[in-house]
């Protein structure tokens, strides 16, 4: 149970209003009840401000903001539901009050986490009312087809309790008891009717969601025959969790976590890469406990690095997500830790990266990197870090004196996934005694103060070490640094030690920060703290450079933009330095997860002067067809003043330079990738033509002369684009130009002729003619869908010579041989094959009678591998990454 228990009551009407952070549920169960109506939008406002402020009981201000900053930001139109799955067991639908409390809470601050129940203690006790004994085998329960009546009549009641208990607060919920998983039989004959999941269909999710309610759903799926199959909850969890990718997947028990074996103590923090082997070796890590770890490290395995497993009590919710300290046991994969005792071991251009772009010194123009750079080589010391350097740590160590942390650097994210304790926790099995300085307006304080054996604050700045309790000897240490020159201001007399610091960190962080281990668990820790390797998004190790290096995105307010932007937030290379929207100027940008940015509105001549200066490496032109070309001048402009060679990389999302010499077109599946290797200027492909060329290329030789190729395509309505609108608080929000419900749920064909994307596709086709000969020609038909993303094209080819299916079909495997963004399949692509997925899907090929005519279906997302996906591929290999770096290939 949280120890807070404080309600906000806010008057409207004559009425009372209650909001509580968990305990004292059965008043604060009345107080929500007695709401009054009012007008919407200010009851929201108002409740995620009151609520926001009580969370400030449990945690401090800014932690509590980053927090909700972050989990707010992790989801986009394309994909709403990456918040969290949030799987409650059977036994704590029977805690519903403070279950609908602890939902209610997040729903109120704009986060719609996706629910999934179990009912196992539910379903027990009915058919023990009944008589019938429960059957298990290897822990699985055996479901014939009475136990699957009781099963389905108890999860639909317990699920119908859940919705109504959060509709009484005031939250809107959707039952979702089918539709979500497909399974085949687990084994028919040995467990009956239980359901091994094949297949996760989210949309039933999403459109609760977009519709403004939380999903609540049950684990029954369905085979293909329509038979209901009996699915642990537990597992369906996880499925769930590998198809939607959210940052995190709550477990919520009774225990309120996870405990070691023979102490009893609660296991804090578990980092599979470094611990797991060594944990499935102890002796008490056996049965359920085995079994647990086991399935978090195949589902973790699965998912970015970013994501991770919270097991906790419902009561414990807020606290575990909006505080450092966490409530429960956080398992995840961890991070592989380094340590080097020269700038070489992790490259000087990465160091020089981090310097500039984190050092508050440099940043605040106090120090240049060249002087941070000189003064590592006055003593001996050791750089540590991470590998995807999230943090950035350096202690000065000559032999025979106390060490001093001279720098450390942490991003948004090494914050948020506590690599930051990793890194401090490596230096403290290294160095019994350390001396380090902070700036005294540090957002992360609270850290410092409980990292500190003591602490002193003097002209903005604080002094902190560990390892030293004597203030007498704090003073000499602290002259003879000041003596060597190795801090810079004057902290003596150091006056009073622990107690103004401890003070200090009681209002600075009431729970303090998770630490790395617990003592429960250092008896089983890897004594090096360094296991286990990064994750790579399509490749065990980089293929290519691992230089960080920067982008600036020229017209961002669009669903490109957004797409490309949730990218580069997994990108482990490449990061967003600037982001341009004219209308969203000034606001934060949304999305992005590596370190805030706002939003600036970049001129022509801001342009010119960032590529005179070397600002960024590479440019996205993000803008409406026919605005690109002052920008580009602008980069021309500027990269002509740098001198040869020295142009930044142009990548134009529009139309206005796909057919123009001197740009590169980029579409690396079909045309020459060592062009774009060596490319300073990109235009990046049109969503059609990108589907229509991929459809076509591998027949191009086999066309009927003097036929035309057609193409029908379908794409969801964020193809049309956007416009700005204000919302309810007078801030600037992208809306869909054709919305859904203007469709009336059918399609709307345009631009029936001479659509720009039908000259691009048959110009680029004609360049890989084996006889050179005339241009070729397409015929191609667009309309638009009444779903958000995904581009669903039907070609029919005449053929020159009459061929079978099994043919065109060799010729496609032979074209797209190794390419890891392209999927054939024998089906016929639908929109549940390409929507969300970054590649391209081809199949369905059918022949005329008289094989002469192909018809082939294919598709891709028109914001992923028809602009973002496709954008990133080409700056990868413009900026020599390996090609798929920071794009998650689909399975």
């Not at 409390?101 to 986060?111: D, Q, T």
């Not at 002193?456 to 240490?477: C, H, M, N, P």
């Not at 640094?481 to 801090?487: L, M, P, S, V, W």
């Not at 962080?509 to 998770?514: E, F, I, L």
Request: glycine share 10%.
């Amino acid at each position: 149970m949280l120890a807070v228990s404080t309600a906000a009551r806010l008057a409207s009407n004559g009425a009372r209003r209650a909001v509580v952070v968990a305990g004292q549920r059965q008043a604060a169960v009345q107080a929500v009840r007695r709401t009054q109506a009012r007008s919407i939008q200010s009851v929201a406002q108002t409740d995620r401000d009151t609520i926001t402020r009580l969370l400030y009981s449990i945690g401090t201000k800014r932690e509590v903001e980053r927090h909700l900053r972050i989990f707010s930001s992790s989801s986009h139109p394309s994909q709403p539901a990456k918040f969290a799955v949030i799987k409650v067991g059977g036994a704590v639908l029977a805690e519903l009050d403070e279950l609908a409390l602890s939902l209610s809470f997040l729903y109120r601050v704009g986060l719609y986490p996706v629910v999934l129940h179990g009912a196992g203690p539910q379903l027990n006790d009915i058919m023990e009312r009944e008589g019938v004994v429960p059957d298990y085998i290897d822990g699985i329960r055996v479901t014939n087809a009475k136990t699957l009546g009781v099963a389905r009549r108890v999860f639909m009641e317990e699920n119908l309790k859940l919705v109504a208990a959060l509709e009484k607060l005031g939250t809107r919920a959707r039952p979702i008891t089918s539709g979500v998983f497909s399974a085949d039989y687990l084994d028919k004959d040995k467990y009956g009717l239980v359901g091994k999941i094949t297949k996760v269909d989210k949309r039933p999710i999403e459109a609760s969601i977009r519709a403004g309610a939380l999903p609540i759903l049950t684990s029954l799926a369905e085979s293909a025959d329509g038979q209901i199959l009996n699915v642990n909850a537990d597992i369906a969890a996880g499925e769930l969790a590998k198809e939607l990718e959210p940052m995190k997947i709550v477990f919520l028990n009774d225990k309120g976590g996870m405990f070691h074996g023979v102490t009893g103590e609660k296991l804090d923090v578990i980092n599979l890469d470094e611990e797991y082997d060594s944990l499935m070796k102890e002796p008490w890590v056996k049965y359920g406990t085995k079994l647990k770890l086991r399935e978090f490290k195949e589902l973790l395995d699965h998912l970015p690095r970013s994501s991770s497993v919270a097991v906790i009590s419902a009561s414990s919710l807020q606290k575990e997500l909006f505080t450092d300290s966490g409530a429960g046991t956080l398992i995840r994969r961890g991070y592989k830790l380094f340590k080097h005792n020269d700038i070489d071991g992790i490259g000087a251009d990465r160091f020089r990266q981090v310097i500039h772009d984190r050092d508050p010194e440099v940043l605040a123009g106090f120090q240049s990197v060249t002087g941070v750079l000189n003064d590592l080589k006055k003593t001996p010391y050791t750089i540590y870090g991470d590998e995807p350097l999230d943090v950035l740590a350096v202690v000065s160590h000559p032999e025979g004196e106390v060490p001093v942390m001279t720098k450390l650097l942490p991003s948004r994210s090494g914050l948020l996934n506590n690599v930051l304790d990793n890194v401090f926790n490596a230096i403290k099995k290294d160095h019994r005694k350390l001396f380090w300085t902070a700036q005294a307006e540090d957002e992360n304080r609270g850290w410092h103060f409980e990292r500190a054996d003591g602490s002193f604050t003097r002209a903005g700045k604080s002094l902190f070490w560990y390892g030293v309790q004597d203030v007498a000897e704090v003073e000499r240490i602290v002259k003879g640094f000041e003596e060597k020159g190795r801090i810079e201001r004057s902290y003596l007399p150091v006056g009073p030690s622990a107690p103004p610091h401890r003070v200090a960190a009681a209002n600075a962080a009431p729970g303090g920060a998770r630490a790395f281990s617990t003592m429960a668990r250092r008896a089983f820790g890897n004594k090096n703290g360094v296991t286990g390797s990064s994750r790579g998004y399509a490749t065990a190790a980089p293929t290519g450079s691992t230089e960080p290096k920067r982008l600036a995105l020229i017209g961002a307010r669009g669903y490109t933009g957004q797409a490309l932007t949730t990218l580069l937030s997994g990108h482990p290379y490449l990061s967003l330095s600037h982001v341009s929207s004219r209308q969203l100027a000034g606001y934060p940008l949304e999305g992005y997860s590596k370190e805030p940015i706002v939003y600036s509105n970049l001129s022509a001549q801001d342009v010119e002067t960032m590529e005179k200066e070397g600002a960024v490496d590479a440019w996205v032109m993000a803008l409406p067809n026919g605005v690109c070309k002052p920008f580009v001048d602008a980069v021309d402009r500027g990269a002509e003043a740098r001198g040869k060679g020295k142009s930044s990389v142009v990548v134009d999302l529009g139309a206005d330079y796909r057919f123009e010499g001197g740009w590169t077109y980029g579409l690396p599946e079909l045309y020459n990738r060592d062009a774009i290797r060596s490319a300073k200027r990109i235009a990046n492909p049109g969503c059609y033509a990108t589907s229509a060329q991929l459809l076509i290329a591998p027949l191009v030789d086999y066309i009927k002369p003097g036929a035309l190729p057609t193409v029908f395509g379908l794409s969801g309505y964020s193809g049309a684009g956007t416009v700005m609108q204000n919302d309810a608080s007078g801030k600037p929000v992208s809306v869909p130009k054709v919305s859904a419900e203007s469709l009336h749920g059918g399609v709307r064909p345009y631009s029936l002729t001479g659509h720009i994307h039908e000259r691009e596709a048959g110009h680029h086709l004609s360049t890989l003619l084996a006889s050179g000969g005339a241009g070729l020609k397409i015929a191609f038909v667009p309309a638009v869908a009444p779903w958000f993303s995904g581009i669903v094209s039907t070609v029919s080819i005449p053929l020159k010579e009459s061929m079978r299916a099994s043919d065109v079909a060799e010729l496609f495997a032979k074209k797209y041989a190794g390419e890891k963004l392209v999927r054939i399949q024998k089906d016929v692509v639908q929109l549940k094959d390409v929507e969300n997925k970054h590649g391209f899907s081809v199949g369905g090929f059918q022949m005329s009678v008289e094989g002469d005519r192909v018809v082939i279906v294919g598709g891709l997302d028109n914001l992923l591998k028809g602009a973002a996906t496709q954008c990133l591929q080409n700056l990868n290999l413009a900026l020599g990454y390996d090609e798929y770096a920071g794009i998650p290939i689909d399975n």
